[in-house]
C-alpha cells in the first residue's frame, strides 16, 4: 500500500484551516495544520511534506517569510500562497519569491484540486539540473545560463515573459519549459497574437456561446479552455489592443473566462508564457501597455541571447538544424566545409536562428550534395556579401527602391541562376537541385523573366522527363 502524501497548511484563521483539511482529505492527503509561522518551522522538521499551503496575511510573519525559508532550507518543497480577493500585487510578489502557486479566497474545489494535482507531480519528479532541454543547442555560458533558468522555471508555474530577438529561439524555450514541467502532459497552445483580427481576439481567446453573433450556430471553446491544464503561449503579446489587454488581465488573475454571449463564468487552469521582440518598457512608456498587465506577465524574465552572441554554438548549431532539413527533405546529409563553418560564425544573424536556418536550406539546394561551401551559402542578394569582397557585393543602400516582393524575386533570380549554372543549363536538375518540381522551376522562371520560351499547353507535364 503507497504512502499517502503530506501537506502543510499555514493559516491563521481556523475554519480556513479546518475546510482545507477536510478538503484535502477527500483527496486522500494527510494534512498537518499550523496557526502561524513558528508553527509551521517546527512542524517541518517532523516529517517530509509534498506540498505547502499557506497564507499571505499573518500575526508573526508573512507568507512570503515562509517561502523564502522553505527556500533556503527545503528546497524543492512546492509552496501555494492564499492571497486575499483580486490581490493581484501579493500573488506576483509571492511567485518572484520563489512559490508554485496562488490561491484566491474565497478558495474553490475547482480551483484547489489543479494547484494540488500538480505540486504533487513535482514532488514525485526529482528536481535535475539536466532538463530534457537538448534542443536548445549549445555550450556556451550564454545558452547553458537559459538550459539552468528553463529547468528552474519548469519547477513553477508562475508566468513567465520570454525577450529577446525574432528568432532568437523564443517559442522552443515555452514548449521546453512546458515539456518539463508537471503540466507536460496537458496541451500547449500557442498564439500569435498579431495575426487575429482585432474584431475576433475575444471570441479567439474566451470561446463563444451559440448565437453570441451571426455566424455563431454552436458553442466553441477559445484558447484559454483548449489549453487547459497545460500551457498557453503568447507570442507577439505587445500586439495585444489596449481593450484586449484589459481582459485578459483579468483572466489571468481570476483564472476564470467569460465566453462570449456566455453568462457564467468557466474556471480555467492554464500557465501564461508570453514573448515579444518589442520592448514592453519603452511601449509602458508611451502608453501602448498597460503597467499591470505588464507586470502580471513578467513575473520571472527569460531573455533568449542573440546567435551573435554566442559564436561558437554556431557550427553545432548549423550541423543540427542540416540534419533536420535533411530527415524532412529525406536527403544525405552533406558535410560543411571547415571554411564555410568559419564563415558563418562570423556573420552578424540579424534573424538569429531562423536566418541560420533559412540560409543552410538555401545552400543544401545549391550544394553539390556531398559539400556546402562558403559559395553555397551565400547568393549575390544577400545582405552579408557586403562584408565579404571576395563573393560580389551587395549594398543594401543600393536597393532602397526595392519593396518586399521586388526583392524577394532578386534573391529568387539569383538562385535559380546558380542552380542553372551548376547544373549546366539542365532545367530538370535545377528543379530538383532547388527542391521544386518541373512545372513549378518552369512557371517561376516565365514569372520572373528567366525564360524566353512561352508556356504552352503542349508541354509535357510528366515532372521526370528528360528536357
Known amino acids: 500500500m503507497s504512502q499517502k502524501p503530506n501537506c502543510l497548511i499555514v493559516d491563521d484563521e481556523t475554519d480556513i484551516r479546518e475546510l482545507l483539511v477536510m478538503t484535502l482529505d477527500r483527496m486522500d492527503i494527510d494534512t498537518y495544520s499550523a496557526a502561524n509561522i513558528d508553527e509551521a518551522k517546527s512542524l517541518l522538521k517532523q516529517r517530509q511534506y509534498a506540498l505547502c499551503l499557506t497564507d ?50 474565497p478558495i474553490s474545489l475547482k480551483q484547489l484540486r489543479p494547484v494540488v494535482e500538480f505540486a504533487l507531480k513535482l514532488s514525485a519528479k526529482p528536481s535535475t539540473s539536466n532538463p530534457n532541454t537538448l534542443e536548445m543547442t549549445g555550450d556556451s555560458e550564454q545558452i ?63 470561446g463563444y456561446k451559440k448565437g453570441a453573433f451571426t455566424g455563431a450556430m454552436q458553442d466553441r471553446e477559445g484558447m484559454f479552455q483548449a489549453a487547459n491544464g497545460g500551457t498557453l503561449f503568447l507570442d507577439e503579446v505587445a500586439d495585444l489592443p489596449l481593450a484586449m489587454q484589459v481582459k485578459l488581465l483579468r483572466a489571468i488573475q481570476e483564472k476564470k473566462v467569460r465566453p462570449v454571449g456566455g453568462t457564467t463564468e468557466e474556471t480555467v487552469d492554464v500557465r501564461i508564457i508570453s514573448a515579444t521582440h518589442k520592448n514592453l518598457t519603452e511601449m509602458m512608456d ?102 565579404n569582397p571576395e563573393h560580389g557585393l551587395f549594398s543594401p543602400a543600393n536597393k532602397t527602391d526595392l519593396n518586399l516582393t521586388d526583392y524577394l524575386e532578386e534573391v529568387e533570380k539569383k538562385a535559380i541562376i546558380q542552380a542553372l549554372d551548376k547544373t549546366n543549363h539542365n532545367k530538370t536538375a535545377a528543379a530538383k537541385l532547388l527542391g521544386v518540381t518541373f512545372r513549378t522551376f518552369r512557371y517561376r522562371l516565365a514569372k520572373l523573366g528567366l525564360s524566353k520560351e512561352e508556356i504552352s499547353e503542349t508541354d509535357n507535364d510528366d515532372d521526370s522527363a528528360p528536357r
Not at 524543492?76 to 506576483?92: D, F, K
Request: glycine share 6%; proline share 6%.
Open 56 to 105: 499571505m496575511q499573518m500575526p508573526g510573519g508573512s507568507g512570503l517569510d515562509l517561502v523564502n525559508y522553505i527556500n533556503e532550507f527545503y528546497a524543492g518543497l512546492p509552496v501555494a500562497v492564499i492571497t486575499a480577493h483580486a490581490s493581484a500585487e501579493n500573488a506576483v510578489s509571492a511567485l518572484k519569491a520563489g512559490a508554485f502557486d496562488y490561491l484566491s479566497k
Open 144 to 206: 547553458k545560463l537559459v538550459r539552468t533558468l528553463i529547468a528552474k522555471l519548469a519547477r513553477s508555474q508562475a508566468p513567465v515573459y520570454i525577450s529577446g530577438e525574432s528568432g532568437s529561439g523564443k517559442e522552443l524555450a515555452a514548449k521546453l519549459i512546458h515539456k518539463n514541467s508537471s503540466r507536460a502532459e496537458g496541451p500547449f497552445i500557442a498564439v500569435n497574437c498579431g495575426a487575429i483580427p482585432e474584431n475576433l481576439m475575444e471570441s479567439e481567446f474566451f
Open 286 to 387: 508611451t502608453g501602448l501597455f498597460r503597467q499591470d498587465l505588464y507586470y502580471r506577465l513578467n513575473v520571472i524574465q527569460l531573455k533568449m541571447p542573440a546567435l551573435r552572441d554566442r559564436p561558437t554554438d554556431i557550427p553545432q548549431l548549423a550541423n543540427l538544424l542540416l540534419s533536420k532539413l535533411c530527415t524532412t527533405q529525406h536527403v544525405d546529409i552533406p558535410k560543411i566545409e571547415p571554411e564555410a563553418q568559419a564563415y558563418m560564425a562570423k556573420l552578424p544573424f540579424p534573424g538569429n536562428v531562423r536566418e541560420l536556418e533559412n540560409m543552410l536550406e538555401r545552400a543544401l539546394a545549391l550544394c553539390d550534395g556531398a559539400t556546402i561551401t562558403v559559395d553555397d551559402l551565400l547568393i549575390d542578394d544577400h545582405p552579408h556579401r557586403s562584408n
